[in-house]
């Protein structure tokens, strides 16, 4: 079945360290999401990327660096410099273009804990 | 800058009861309206997907509706059952982007 593939599940991250959350689809979308979610706070648009090998800055991509070497993926690196890092990482994707009949396709979403 | 409300934040309802939940967005430039469902920690579920020359779309016991020139949509739950819990989330595309709202937390009472 097509869909999209988040790993790992949960994920901890020692002070300083980078980490990165995978991103995997196989429904051939042309664009690619990352969001944050905090509770209370609702979800947060981290980065994004139409095309391959271009990606745009969200609202809050300060501490964040993305990449989109293939279509299929787009993986979040979470840095050092994001100093509250601990929340729920949801990727989404959908078809380029605004006259779709398929909106958008998330992901099942990445919980990083600070430790 | 368009701006997505839900209103309540989160609602209880008894089993069986039909209920309603609400979306309005600032601008009225949209592509499409999606509503969403999330169950705790998990990731989105899409219910329904409303494009701006639509007026409403249905699935089961599901029907949104959306009113443009107006800024708002509802999703139309019947005969609610306790498998309905959780929160649902609306999402506007004005452009290459979707906003969403807060949501609202449903509970439905057995």
């Known amino acids: 079945d097509g869909g999209i593939t988040q790993s790992p599940k949960y994920l901890f991250r020692k002070e300083g360290q980078n980490v990165t959350l995978s991103c995997e689809q196989n429904l051939n979308h042309d664009a690619m999401y990352w969001y944050r979610q905090d509770p209370g706070q609702g979800l947060r648009l981290i980065y994004y990327?139409?095309?391959?090998?271009?990606?745009q800055k969200g609202d809050i991509a300060e501490g964040y660096s993305v990449s989109r070497e293939k279509k299929e993926s787009f993986p979040l690196t979470v840095t050092s410099a994001q100093k509250n890092p601990t929340a729920f990482y949801l990727c989404?994707?959908?078809?380029?273009?605004?006259?779709?009949?398929?909106?958008?396709?998330f992901g099942s979403g990445t919980r990083l804990t600070v430790v | 800058k368009q701006e997505v409300t839900q209103i309540p934040a989160a609602l209880s309802v008894p089993e069986g009861e039909n209920l309603v939940l609400n979306c309005s967005f600032t601008?009225?430039?949209?592509?499409?309206l999606q509503w969403f469902r999330q169950d705790p920690g998990k990731g989105l579920t899409s219910l329904l997907l409303?494009?701006?020359?639509?007026r409403e779309q249905t699935s089961g016991r599901l029907n949104a509706s959306l009113d443009k020139s107006s800024g708002r949509s509802t999703l139309y739950i019947a005969a609610s059952q306790p498998g309905d819990s959780a929160t649902y989330l609306c999402?506007?595309?004005?452009?290459?982007?979707?906003?969403f709202g807060k949501g609202t937390r449903l509970h439905i009472l057995p």
């Open positions: 409303i494009q701006s020359s639509q």
């Open positions: 999402a506007v595309r004005p452009d290459d982007k979707i906003i």
């Open positions: 990327s139409q095309i391959v090998n271009d990606f």
């Open positions: 989404a994707s959908t078809i380029q273009g605004f006259r779709t009949e398929n909106g958008y396709t």
């Open positions: 601008d009225s430039a949209i592509y499409n």
